[in-house]
């Protein structure tokens, strides 16, 4: 069997170990216990080996002579002050990415209501235009001039029957009449 001095450490430890648990042993008995005598290293004990130790056990670790209360003590108050440096940190790192999140988002929507804004302005000149080059928009709006020309020379007879003309021409311009089209989108649902 190959021992290497890992093994050896790990050996030395329990056996110190041991003769601290019990220091009425007869074997150890009371006359060879010293407190002091007793050093473990740090790096010796396995994790059993370890949790086997009583809490007055005494072992080296980083250069400082420690018992396994005290650095149980130690290793609890330390894990308490990262996982609150750790929360913290968590939340205000919370709080910076919802500020950033919420800039971002309003930044967006702004870029898109002016892009939206813009589109609509074409889409309205386009209809305009459209809307205005028809054939029969041109037509009414000739007839609507004729009738008015008509009308001022007319008898009341045929005035009436003229006005009547203008009226249902009038409403038919209205509804060809140059308006925004209908757009539907995100933006525009209001």
């Known amino acids: 069997m190959r021992l290497n001095m890992r093994t050896i450490e790990s050996l030395a430890a329990v056996v110190l170990g041991l003769c601290t648990m ?3 042993c007869p074997t150890c008995g009371p006359s060879t216990y010293r407190p002091n005598a007793a050093v473990i290293a740090a790096k010796g004990p396995t994790k059993q080996q370890f949790n086997a130790l009583p809490d007055n056990a005494i072992f080296e670790y980083k250069g400082r002579r420690l018992t396994k209360g ?3 003590a130690n290793a609890s108050r330390a894990h308490a002050t990262a996982s609150a440096r ?3 940190a968590l ?3 919370r709080a910076r990415f919802e500020g950033f999140r919420t800039k971002f988002l ?3 929507h702004a870029r898109l209501q002016t892009k939206n804004a813009r589109l609509y302005a074409e889409l309205t000149r386009i209809h305009q235009v459209q809307v205005a080059m028809s054939p029969q928009r041109q037509a009414l709006e000739r007839e609507t001039r004729d009738i008015s020309t008509r009308s001022r ?4 007879a045929e005035r009436a029957q003229l006005n009547q003309r203008a009226a249902m021409a009038l409403r038919q311009l209205r509804s060809s009449a140059p308006t925004s089209p209908n757009i539907r989108g995100p933006m525009n649902n209001r």
């Open 91 to 93: 939340s205000q790192n």
């Open 153 to 156: 020379n007319a008898s009341p």
């Open 22 to 24: 019990a220091p009425n």
């Open 70 to 72: 005290q650095f149980l």
């Open 86 to 88: 750790r929360e913290a």
């Open 106 to 108: 309003s930044d967006q």
